[in-house]
Antibody, heavy 123, light 107 residues
Framework: QVQLQQSGPGLVKPSQTLSLTCAISGDSVSSNSAAWNWIRQSPSRGLEWLGRTYYRSKWYNDYAVSVKSRITINPDTSKNQFSLQLNSVTPEDTAVYYC?????????????WGQGTLVTVSS | DIQLTQSPSFLSASVGDRVTITCRASQGISSYLAWYQQKPGKAPKLLIYAASTLQSGVPSRFSGSGSGTEFTLTISSLQPEDFATYYCQQLNSYLYTFGQGTKLEIK
């Protein structure tokens, strides 16, 4: 059974960097049939996909246009986890952040999801 | 980006009712659609993928249909544990998007 365990601070100051980690058990971050995603949820934006990393003979990343200039998602094969960094945060980045595995078959889907981390951007 | 519009946004129903939620895409997405259930304080849970394939362990009272731009999620006989918010998600292009959600409440 695949499980994702999120960790990271719940409070970040404006202009600083939001950093979260998602530890994987029961699968590999280097899997050729999965991708590893970050999504956030807020009352104003609803569920918003942020980006993903995946391995297909080499590492790839895709990012949402809305955060492309500020986001980095990195795999860590030594710890079987992946991370999210979002730079120059503002209060609009306050949200619950989720990681999720994407199964990459003929059609794709997200399962499972991490438990979620509420990140508040405030001084 | 592909926009997804769910209707209704709010739905009031009783235990035992049959309910249907609709998700419309702004352009054709074939069958690249998933449905999720979310309860307060919890992460979304996968119900259906590829528009109509029931995820393992999900009760058979849930079903999905549709392709192209119009999709439906049907719950054949509501149970108390089904009162939650439901979201559709398109996975046709990697700029994935979600519907705004349908909150299902007890009448």
């Amino acid at each position: 059974q695949v499980q994702l365990q999120q960790s990271g601070p719940g409070l970040v100051k404006p202009s600083q960097t939001l950093s979260l980690t998602c530890a994987i058990s029961g699968d590999s971050v280097s899997s050729n049939s999965a991708a590893w995603n970050w999504i956030r949820q807020s009352p104003s934006r609803g569920l918003e996909w942020l980006g993903r990393t995946y391995y297909r003979s080499k590492w790839y990343n895709d990012y949402a246009v809305s955060v492309k200039s500020r986001i980095t998602i990195n795999p860590d094969t030594s710890k079987n986890q992946f991370s999210l960094q979002l730079n120059s945060v503002t209060p609009e980045d306050t949200a619950v952040y989720y990681c999720a595995r994407e199964i990459a078959a003929r059609e794709n889907w997200f399962d499972p999801w991490g438990q979620g981390t509420l990140v508040t951007v405030s001084s | 980006d592909i926009q997804l519009t769910q209707s209704p946004s709010f739905l009031s129903a009783s235990v035992g009712d049959r309910v249907t939620i609709t998700c419309r895409a702004s352009q054709g997405i074939s069958s690249y659609l998933a449905w999720y259930q979310q309860k307060p304080g919890k992460a979304p849970k996968l119900l259906i993928y590829a528009a109509s394939t029931l995820q393992s362990g999900v009760p058979s009272r849930f079903s999905g249909s549709g392709s192209g731009t119009e999709f439906t999620l049907t719950i054949s006989s509501l149970q108390p544990e089904d009162f939650a918010t439901y979201y559709c998600q398109q996975l046709n292009s990697y700029l994935y998007t979600f519907g705004q959600g349908t909150k299902l409440e007890i009448k």
